[in-house]
Antibody, heavy 121, light 111 residues
Framework: QVQLQQSGPGLVKPSQTLSLTCAIS??????????WNWIRQSPSRGLEWLGR??????????DYALSVKSRITINPDTSKNQFSLQLNSVTPEDTAVYYC??????????WGQGTLVTVTS | NFMLAQPHSVSESPGKTVTISCTRS????????VQWYQQRPGSAPTTVIY?????PSGVPDRFSGSIDSSSNSASLTISGLKTEDEADYYC??????????FGGGTKLTVL
């Protein structure tokens, strides 16, 4: 079964870029049936879907939440079988636990272990 | 924008039955499947119900899901409550503009 392992720094300075990686085992990032997502959770915003990437008909697709669309990039890395999140120009409001998650048929399962990212100077 | 409204908290005694509601603010609850996730402190969410009323393997049949178009809401019902059911529960659904939306979560206390 699919397993996801997250990595990346837990501290980011304001105005800088948050970068996280999610390594996939048990399936391929190029799977035609799975979309790869980033979700965050904070006390103020609850669970918030941020975006996804998926591979279909020999092409990569990307969808992003309107709330972060101007600042977010999700990239697949086929050589390492992983995908990444970059969130630019962060502020303290971006402080949250960030999760990667696989999605099949509208269901987020499984999730990565979560990474607490704190935005502070 | 659409939202999924959940009660902030519910509590019930062991052995009893509890129902958690999830009301969609706009658009039909039946237009997209509803999923329910359980989250224990310090852990990632896990699925207890998918596609409105389906249970993943390994989830006890004490957990059930339903939707009610008349109230535009979904419900998660847990019967025969156990202390291990104490957790936060989140509903989740889909919208073509805002993609995947989560409810605010309900803290279940089994006392």
């Amino acid at each position: 079964q699919v397993q996801l392992q997250q990595s990346g720094p837990g501290l980011v300075k304001p105005s800088q870029t948050l970068s996280l990686t999610c390594a996939i085992s048990g399936d391929s990032v190029s799977s035609n049936t799975i979309a790869w997502n980033w979700i965050r959770q904070s006390p103020s915003r609850g669970l918030e879907w941020l975006g996804r990437t998926y591979y279909s008909r020999s092409k990569w697709y990307y969808d992003y939440a309107l709330s972060v669309k101007s600042r977010i990039t999700i990239n697949p890395d086929t050589s390492k079988n992983q995908f990444s999140l970059q969130l630019n120009s962060v502020t303290p409001e971006d402080t949250a636990v960030y999760y990667c998650a696989a999605m099949v048929r509208g269901l987020f399962d499984p999730w990565g272990q979560g990474t607490l990212v704190t935005v502070t100077s | 924008n659409f939202m999924l409204a959940q009660p902030h908290s519910v509590s019930e005694s062991p052995g009893k039955t509890v129902t958690i509601s999830c009301t969609r603010s706009s658009g039909s609850i039946a237009s997209s499947y509803v999923q329910w996730y359980q989250q224990r402190p310090g852990s990632a969410p896990t699925t207890v119900i998918y596609e409105d009323d389906q249970r993943p393997s390994g989830v006890p049949d004490r957990f059930s899901g339903s939707i009610d178009s008349s109230s535009n809401s979904a419900s998660l019902t847990i019967s025969g409550l156990k202390t291990e059911d104490e957790a936060d529960y989140y509903c989740q659904s889909y919208d073509s503009t805002f993609f995947w939306v989560f409810g605010g979560g309900t803290k279940l206390t089994v006392l």
